[in-house]
């Protein structure tokens, strides 16, 4: 499991602000609020499956930050499969930036298949810029 450059740092909602675009700040913000110094994914996975969207929100902006395989499958699900368009959003948003490895296909499948044209379009402008896609810019 690795660390986020924003976490290294030790004030992640400061570097993002200065080197992420605003999906970068709000996640790392409310990454930064919720894990605390605490950062260990098995208290994050079982939250995807809340009732809440706030709560699963956040789940998917802690795991943009908390680096694992086990981490980028469970985005990639949530990308794909959550009942709500600003997560599914977000998740594919988190799965890029956190470098999930099968980022380009994900963003096709979503752009084929995905009811939302919010969350079409994100992964429509995934697909468009070159491969020095800077995730958290988007």
């Known amino acids: ?18 080197d992420c675009g605003s999906t970068g700040v709000l996640h790392a913000g409310l990454a930064e609020h919720e894990l605390g110094p605490l950062r260990d994914q098995r208290f994050i996975f079982p939250a995807l499956r ?12 802690c795991l943009a ?8 499958a469970q985005l990639r699900d949530a990308a794909l499969g959550d009942p709500d368009p600003g997560i599914r959003q977000s998740a594919l948003w988190a799965y890029g930036f956190s470098g999930g490895a099968a980022a380009r296909e994900l963003c096709d499948t ?8 919010d969350v079409r379009d994100l ?7 070159d491969e020095t896609l800077r995730w958290w810019h988007l």
């Open 123 to 129: 992964a429509n402008r995934t697909l468009v810029t």
């Open 65 to 72: 930050f908390v680096w694992s395989e086990e981490g980028h």
């Open 50 to 61: 809340d009732r809440s969207t706030d709560v699963r929100l956040i789940a998917v902006a």
């Open 1 to 18: 499991m690795t660390w986020c450059h924003c976490f290294a740092t030790g004030d992640p909602a400061t570097t993002c602000i200065n």
């Open 110 to 117: 979503v752009r084929a298949d995905d009811p939302s044209r």
